[in-house]
């Protein structure tokens, strides 16, 4: 989709980067700017900054930067166009259509038949013959029909076709209809429905858009559930199921509640209890948890305590402590599934063991002693040490780290500074095997630039009217006001006023190269604090006795010269060189009058 540049400024001057990032992030002001934990990297103090006046964002530790809609972009994992459909839809306003090219019909044409496929799934399962079956399974599983129409759940019927020829019906060509994944090919090469004879819950993206479904097997003549294929829209890695739904129960209560599977989940959730989300039949991926930490720094995993269940908690466990979440552990008792908990016990039993759950450091420890329940002591702790480093190492924040190994220690009857120094020595060797240790950034060193210049730079894009007044003085002697600043950033916007070009950040950034344009955006969201027009000329002035001083060092230099050389002709010339620029020094800037 073609977007004309009238369309998204218009769109911008709608929209305010605090107001949409207060939705996600947890703003504190400070000066002119806001500032946030940032949401792209994990971090223990901000380095978030956003700016109002200028409506940009700039992490400091990760080096993300942009406007409102690149911040939304990143948030909610879309494209541009997505993005800039996403944020008008907010404001009221419509893409004009006579911008949408052939890759964006063509896309919207997939879009619609995944939404035409779920239409067809959910009337087989409401009216067809052959979806009493998958009702009665349902029903059986103790899913009401509320539930059902609220999660969208269908069923596809026997047959290898039955779809395909609905969505032919409806003009979907076989390309568009592959797209949608909800058919496969045989070895000849010919078409045939994916979904068959499978109860369908429909997969939603964050915003409630239908991106694929999970299939679950009536029958047996494949395995239990089958997903959609990855596509431009189904990424296992990058979805949870559940999460448009819960996504703000989760937020309200600043606790996620991960669970295993689509039933256990969904029959939880009809219970009452709705900050729920569940991984699509897969390990649990990085990206999964980030999307997962816009909404909560909390979780309790309860996935079945079976043995897969088990490895399955540990793998999501490393993960979750690598980004910083307060994680707890719930297996039920009697290996039971959420949903066979509830149905036994009621959902206000597992609403008290779900406020029970455990620490990590309880689950891991009696999991483990468990499985070294025959080893001597001595080898025993080692072994358990050793099980416990990886969770342990995952933790960054030093105070927690610290508090963690003393309840290891006690556990184990370790005194404290001998765990400690254990774990130090082991990180240590890990380290250098790994090279961990090795600088992260690498981004190289930004240019240099002085604060007189960061405070010129700041002031001009802040208030360009009232800069350009003070800098008018200069307009007439632009060569002599050039040798005040060092810095290509100074040089640039100094030549937009000069030139009565407007000050806009992209125009700038395009005159700059990467480091500049960088450093530019750093400066901008900055913290400065009451910044007056006594403040700007204060560093003109500043500027101006630099340079100043500079030539005099070079003058003295000289002097010296002469004098070994004893060049009386020049001493004089040079001496009144000093003279002059001292006089220079010592009188006030012509800004200052």
Not at 148 to 170: N, Q, V
Not at 227 to 249: A, C, I, T, V, Y
Not at 346 to 354: A, F, I
Not at 544 to 566: D, F, G, H, W
Request: charged share 35%; with cysteine.
């Amino acid at each position: 989709m073609k977007i004309s540049k009238e369309f998204i400024e218009e769109l911008k001057s709608r929209l305010d980067i605090v107001s949409v990032a207060q939705k996600y992030l947890e703003l504190k002001k400070s000066g002119r700017n806001y500032f946030a934990l940032c949401p792209f990297h994990k971090e223990k103090t901000p380095s978030f900054s956003i700016n109002p006046e200028l409506q940009i964002f700039k992490c400091f530790g990760c080096g993300k930067s942009g406007d409102v809609i690149t911040l939304v972009m990143e948030l909610e994992n879309l494209n541009y166009v997505e993005t800039v459909e996403f944020l008008a839809n907010s404001v009221g306003l419509t893409i004009p259509q006579a911008f949408e090219g052939e890759s964006d019909r063509a896309l919207k044409r997939v879009r619609d038949a995944l939404s035409d496929a779920l239409y067809f799934f959910r009337e087989t399962l409401k009216n067809g013959r052959e979806g009493e079956v998958a009702l009665n399974y349902l029903f059986k599983r103790g899913i009401k029909r509320e539930t059902i129409e609220f999660f969208k759940i269908g069923y596809a019927p026997f047959g290898g076709d039955k779809l395909i020829s609905f969505l032919r019906k409806k003009g979907y060509s076989e390309g568009v209809i592959e797209k949608a994944g909800v058919v496969s090919r045989d070895k000849n090469g010919k078409l045939f429905d994916r979904f068959r004879n499978r109860i369908i819950i429909p997969i939603f993206d964050i915003r409630g858009r239908i991106v694929g479904f999970g299939g679950r097997d009536l029958g047996d003549r494949g395995p239990k559930y089958l997903n959609s294929p990855e596509s431009e829209f189904f990424k296992k890695r990058k979805l949870l199921f559940g999460l448009n739904f819960s996504k703000d129960e989760i937020k309200k209560k600043n606790l996620a509640i991960l669970v295993e599977g689509y039933f256990d989940l969904i029959y939880t959730f009809q219970s009452g209890v709705k900050n729920l989300v569940a991984p699509l039949g897969t390990s649990l991926t990085e990206e999964q948890i980030k999307l997962l930490k816009r909404y909560t720094d909390r979780v309790v995993i309860n996935f079945d305590p079976d043995a897969a269940g088990i490895e399955a908690t540990k793998r999501s466990l490393i993960m979750f402590l690598q980004n910083d979440f307060d994680v707890k552990i719930l297996n039920l008792q009697e290996g039971l599934d959420p949903d066979e908990y509830i149905k036994k016990y009621g959902v206000e039993k597992y609403r008290k063991v779900l406020d029970g759950a455990e620490s990590f450091m309880g689950f891991l420890f009696e999991y483990f002693e468990r499985k070294y329940a025959n080893f001597p002591t001595p080898k025993k702790k080692r072994k358990i040490f050793d099980e416990f480093f990886p969770f342990i190492s995952s933790i960054e924040n030093e105070l927690e780290l610290f508090s963690y190994l003393v309840e290891l220690g006690e556990k184990l009857g370790i005194e404290k500074d001998i765990i400690i120094e254990d774990f130090r020595r082991k990180k240590k060797k890990a380290y250098s095997k790994t090279g961990d240790l090795k600088d992260e950034d690498n981004k190289g060193v930004l240019p240099d630039i002085s604060k007189p210049e960061r405070d010129i730079i700041f002031f001009t894009f802040y208030f360009p009217e009232e800069s350009s007044k003070i800098l008018k003085k200069f307009s007439n002697n632009y060569e002599t006001f050039s040798l005040f600043f060092q810095s290509k950033i100074m040089a640039v916007v100094f030549d937009f006023l000069k030139k009565g070009r407007k000050i806009k950040l992209d125009e700038v950034k395009k005159e700059l190269d990467e480091e500049n344009a960088w450093l530019l955006e750093e400066i901008l969201t900055g913290i400065y604090l009451n910044f007056s027009e006594d403040d700007f000329k204060n560093c003109i002035e500043m500027l101006r006795k630099r340079r100043l001083y500079e030539e005099l060092r070079e003058v003295n230099k000289e002097i010296e010269v002469a004098e070994r050389k004893n060049d009386i002709l020049k001493l004089k010339e040079l001496f009144e060189i000093q003279k002059s620029i001292l006089n220079l020094i010592w009188e006030k800037n012509d800004s200052r009058r």
